[in-house]
Structure formats: C-alpha cells, structure tokens
C-alpha cells in the first residue's frame, strides 16, 4: 500500500463487533478477566489500551518499523528513550536541535551521568570526530531546528554501525509522509506528534518506533515501567489527524517554497533557511533521502529591530510557539522555543536575535506573503 492509503486506513475498521469505521475510544482504565490466566490482550490501560495500540500499529506501519509506542508528549517520548542509557554513557547530538531535547539532556540527563557532545551532524566528519569509547549512540533532527541543516542519514548510520551505536532519529518535521529513517537503517524514530502527525494545534503527544522487534521490547517495558502513556482520546485525535496528513504536508510544502522564494527577494531578510531553495547547502542531500522539503522554514533579517514589529502586525500568521498545524505560526527561536540554550551557544550556531522561524499552514499562499508583507514593512 502506498503511504497516503496507509494514512487514511490509520486505525480504520477494528471494531469488528460494531463495525465502526473509527477507532473506538476505549475510556477504560482497566479490562474484565474472563478467567485466571486469561486475557483479552488488555489488563489495565498504562501497559496497553486499545485506542493506544491501534495509534501505534499505524505509526510502526508508516514508518517501516517492528513496534511503535504513543506517548503524552514529544518530551515523555524522548525521555522514554533516553532511559535506554545509564550514567558513563555518552550520546553525540545535533548541535541546532529542539531547545527542548537540549534542556532535557544538559539539565537533566547530565545529573544522572549521562552526557552528550553537540556537533553540526550534518557534517559526517564532525559526527566521527565527537564520537569516544564511551559513546552509545547518535541522536539527529534533519532538517535540524530552526536552521534546517540536513543529516546525511545513510552516512550517519554508516558511521553509527562501524562504532556500535544506536542511531536514533527525531522526524519530527520531515514526517513519514516525507522521510523514513528507518529505511535507512536507523534504530529508532521518533516523534512529537502535537506537531504534524496530529497537524491541527489541539493535542500534545509523542511517538517512537523501533527499527527491530528486540529494541523494541525495551521500550515497551520502558514505556509500561515509567508509565508517560499517551490517553485514549489524545491517541483518537492523533489517528484522526493522520489521515490527512499527505494532503496538509503538500500543500504546506507548497506554500512554504512560495514564501521562502518570496521572502528571498525582500530587501529587509538577510537569509532564507528552507531546503528546497537551490542555494541551500544541503539541497541534494535533502533531495535524495526525503520526497519533499516540508513546511518549515526560518529567516534572519537585517535588522534586530524589525522582529518585535513583525512579531506585533501579522495578522493571518499567528505569533505562537509550536509548529507543524493547518495555522501558519511564527516563532522568535532566541526568545521562545531556544531560550535554554546558552547565548554565546545560540550565537555561534546562528540562532539570532534576528531570526524568526515560520511553520507554514495550509492557507492561501498570497494571503500569507500579503501578511509578511504588510508587517515586514517600516515607516521611515
Ligand atoms: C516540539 C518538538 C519536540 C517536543 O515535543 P512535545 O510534544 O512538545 O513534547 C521534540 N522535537 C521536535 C523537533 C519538536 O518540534
């Protein structure tokens, strides 16, 4: 089955007893033994829910894996995986990545002595250079976050395999619509549904998906013994958003190459970060490993001052952290989603008081470039 057919038939036709197209919403925290020793193949909603399980057979389906786990946030997700670790290990990260992801591991993780190194891996020499005797394994985001540098995933696993380390991959922004890691040979993907999968603004989730059947059993033991579970009627809004997730990610795509070819030519932004302009650094790597260059791109513009202003007058791009919704959204990464990594650390990465990050939506595209704009413009 093709992906789109696979997305729509997402948790479709499991009631067999009703018939039910969508997915019952099993609000039951536990389930009636028919007898001692006897299971429904549900005992009490933390290990398995029937909801949940039909949200994580679909996401194992679209990404090509053996298991996959619905978890309450991107966040629970990540740290969920992350238990994988004990202290003495040592994790090689990309250096631009979510502020949260980065928070977690250098304000948490840290004090259990687990540490991580953060390098540009969308160069493989950098990735090979950070790795030590003690390193388990890679965590990446391609396109990275916010300045979309893209991980060349088939050389990151090469490398990954010659060392023994796990590679895990957040496909956050690419989505399996786009991008499937695991194809690769990637170990583990993962996901924070609130974004793309979910794509309407009103639940916060998180998915993992292991490559083989043995990882996962870990993380399902994980998941069960630390219990950050995602609840049935999330589980229900994540399967319905998926259903029409190739339709909104074409049309996002669409828009934001209309946008970043437009904000190219303003004489007010310095630089496009968008992997499907032709100067983009990464373009032919982007190209080959994903079947499209998504709806996420950042701009830095000349002068600092303009950001509060254009922050305060748009108008149909709504001025809010998140990203991956039907609803444009601009975000200022330095302020907002970044804030927790260091500044001397932002400024050496290009995460600047002058740069602002844009989930594009599925809106007319004129009327987000007439919104930009009108708020990118100054009276002098
Ligand atoms: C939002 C986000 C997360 C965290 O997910 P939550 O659902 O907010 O906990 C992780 N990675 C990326 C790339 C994100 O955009």
């Known amino acids: 089955m093709n992906i789109e057919t696979?997305?729509?038939?997402?948790?479709?036709?499991?009631?067999?007893?009703?018939g039910a197209i969508s997915t019952p919403i099993y609000q039951s925290a536990t389930f009636q033994h028919p007898e001692l020793g006897v299971s429904t193949g549900y005992d009490y909603s933390r290990t398995a829910n029937?909801?949940?399980?039909?949200?994580?057979?679909?996401?194992?389906?679209?990404?090509?894996?053996?298991?996959?786990?619905?978890?309450?946030?991107?966040?629970?997700?990540?740290?969920?995986?992350?238990?994988?670790?004990?202290?003495?290990?040592?994790?090689?990260?990309?250096?631009?990545?979510?502020?949260?992801?980065?928070?977690?591991?250098?304000?948490?993780?840290s004090e259990f002595g687990i540490q991580a190194s953060f390098v540009d891996t969308s160069c493989t020499k950098e990735i090979e250079a950070a790795i030590r005797p003690d390193t388990r394994?890679?965590?990446?985001?391609?396109?990275?976050?916010?300045l979309m540098k893209i991980t060349d995933l088939e050389k990151a696993v090469v490398l990954a395999r010659t060392y023994g380390l796990l590679t895990i991959i957040d496909n956050?922004?690419?989505?399996?619509?786009?991008?499937?890691?695991?194809?690769?040979?990637?170990?583990?993907?993962?996901?924070?549904?609130?974004k793309y999968l979910g794509g309407h603004n009103d639940t916060v989730a998180g998915l993992v998906v292991?490559?083989?059947?043995?990882?996962?059993?870990?993380?399902?033991?994980?998941?069960?013994?630390?219990?950050?579970?995602?609840?049935?009627?999330?589980?229900?809004?994540?399967?319905?958003?998926?259903?029409?997730?190739?339709?909104?990610?074409?049309?996002?795509?669409?828009?934001?190459?209309?946008?970043?070819?437009?904000?190219?030519?303003?004489?007010?932004?310095?630089?496009?970060?968008?992997?499907?302009?032709?100067?983009?650094?990464?373009?032919?790597?982007?190209?080959?490993?994903?079947?499209?260059?998504?709806?996420?791109?950042?701009?830095?513009?000349h002068d600092p001052d303009i950001v509060p202003h254009v922050l305060k007058n748009v108008k149909v791009i709504t001025f809010a952290e998140s990203l991956g919704g039907v609803e444009s959204l601009i975000t200022f990464p330095a302020r907002q989603t970044h804030a927790d990594i260091p500044e001397e650390v932002r400024e050496h990465l290009g995460i600047t008081d002058r740069l602002l990050r844009l989930s594009v939506g599925i809106e007319n595209a004129n009327d987000l470039i007439l919104d930009l704009e009108e708020a990118l413009y100054v009276k002098k």
């Open 6 to 18: 696979l997305l729509v038939r997402a948790g479709v036709e499991r009631d067999s007893t009703t």
């Open 50 to 109: 029937p909801t949940r399980t039909a949200l994580e057979e679909a996401i194992a389906a679209l990404e090509q894996g053996a298991r996959g786990f619905a978890f309450s946030s991107g966040m629970a997700a990540i740290t969920t995986v992350l238990f994988l670790f004990k202290p003495g290990d040592h994790l090689v990260v990309s250096e631009d990545l979510y502020g949260g992801t980065y928070r977690l591991l250098a304000q948490v993780f």
């Open 137 to 146: 394994a890679l965590f990446i985001e391609t396109p990275t976050n916010p």
């Open 172 to 194: 956050t922004f690419m989505t399996p619509y786009l991008q499937r890691p695991l194809t690769y040979g990637a170990d583990i993907v993962l996901h924070s549904a609130t």
């Open 210 to 301: 292991t490559r083989d059947a043995e990882l996962g059993e870990r993380i399902g033991l994980l998941q069960n013994a630390c219990g950050a579970i995602l609840g049935p009627q999330d589980a229900w809004l994540i399967l319905r958003g998926l259903k029409t997730l190739a339709i909104r990610i074409e049309k996002q795509q669409q828009n934001a190459l209309a946008i970043a070819e437009w904000l190219q030519r303003h004489p007010a932004v310095e630089t496009v970060y968008y992997p499907g302009l032709s100067g983009h650094p990464n373009r032919e790597v982007a190209e080959r490993q994903a079947s499209g260059f998504g709806g996420m791109l950042s701009f830095s513009v």
